[in-house]
């Protein structure tokens, strides 16, 4: 983790399992925020598009079990990393969430 530069993960304030679990309305609000992290990321991290992903249960994929979607901001010819690979420096990292925070100001 991160899959790229810029991924987040838009959690909801609610404690549910996943998205077969969730209320409707708290999934709208996971799902706007989702867009807006998207938008800024991928100004703020000179992508070309973005990837959102959710996984639900084991069968899906699920493997940390709380509702989260991933935000991934993409460049056209790099692919991501494989998932659970590499863990990155703190000190990117905080990089990168200043440079999140900056262009949602």
């Known amino acids: 983790m991160p899959r790229a530069p ?6 909801p304030k609610a404690a549910v399992r996943n998205i077969l679990d969730v209320a409707p309305d708290d999934l709208a609000h996971v799902f706007k925020v989702a867009q807006k992290i998207a938008k800024v990321s991928v100004n703020a991290f000179g992508a070309d598009g ?3 992903q959710q996984f639900s249960e084991g069968a899906g994929g699920q493997v940390v079990f709380h ?3 991933h935000v991934i901001p993409r460049k056209n010819g790099t692919a991501m990393k494989p998932p659970a690979t590499v863990k990155e420096a703190p000190d990117v990292l905080k990089e990168q969430a200043a440079k999140l925070v900056a262009a949602l100001a």
């Open 67 to 69: 509702l989260h979607v």
């Open 6 to 11: 810029g991924h987040t993960l838009v959690i």
């Open 50 to 52: 973005v990837t959102l």
